[in-house]
């Protein structure tokens, strides 16, 4: 016990070098005021906190929530699948499951988002295509809205939840499944009542994954979205670089983490409790 304390030792000191303590350095940031030109007043104040009641800021903050639970959901929707097919192939179509899954990491983030500019720009080609099939007679107006923020979202993010859900049914025991089938369990009821509680901790971590990383996502909005679509990350972003107004950036980061931590630790409880709930089979 005393050897394993000491080697938290690290991780613990990391932890609070790296995490903690920046993160304090926020929240006292976010209790100060700023003069004219920018500069902090180191006086306490809640003014920074009053501007995010402002209706304008409210909105964008509930336009974050819902674009980044719907990316969660629908990523969720489409990897379970796919991750559940990988882990239940051979080991050659597990293998290039995964490299198909990864290979997006092997190209710049960047370079991969204005791909989608020119697929989905009016005169992209998503655009021609459909056009020169006759499908559409003009135009449509894809780029610069929210559903092509959503696309690049889902898309930016399907692996890091794909990935979570396959370790997690790679790891189930399948000899509950082989025992369910032999007692004339349907394979629904099978997979409601055994695979999907046993895989709660990929879900869940896929989902906090995908959630995070899209609340604090700019780039995709900026770039897909324009001025027509902003998000919390992007308010924040400005606040910052070039606003100049530190205090307001400091207190929507410190929503936007107390907001988070709130969300993840209700979805945790639904997943929680589901588990047990068909666990005691009071389902």
Known sequence: MKKSGFALIPVMLWLSLFLVVPM???????????DTDGNLIYTFSLDAYKIFFDSLYLGIYWDTIVLSVATTVICLL??????????????????????????????NFLIRTYAWVLLLR???????????????????QMLYTKGAVLL???????????????????????????????????????????TLPQTKSGITTGAV???????????????????????????????????????FGAALSVIFVITSFILIALFNKAMTSRYETVKEGRV
């Open 152 to 194: 690049g979202m889902v898309y930016t993010f399907i692996p890091f939840m794909v990935l979570p859900i396959y370790v997690a049914i790679e790891q189930m025991d399948r000899r509950l499944l082989e025992a369910a089938s032999d007692l004339g369990a349907s394979p629904w009821r099978s997979f409601w009542h055994i």
């Open 122 to 140: 009016t005169q992209g080609v998503v655009n021609s295509l459909f056009m020169n099939l006759g499908w559409i007679s003009e135009p449509m």
């Open 78 to 107: 489409l990897s379970y699948p796919l991750a559940y097919y990988i882990a239940r192939s051979g080991p050659r179509r597990q293998t290039w499951g995964l490299a198909l899954i990864t290979i997006p990491f092997w190209i």
């Open 209 to 247: 994954l995908v959630y995070v990383s899209t609340t604090g996502m700019f780039v995709v909005t900026d770039i897909l979205g324009g001025a027509k679509s902003s998000m919390i990350s992007n308010i924040i972003q400005t606040q910052f670089l070039g606003a100049r107004n530190w205090p």
């Open 24 to 34: 304090l350095i926020v929240v006292g940031i976010s209790f100060m005021q700023r």
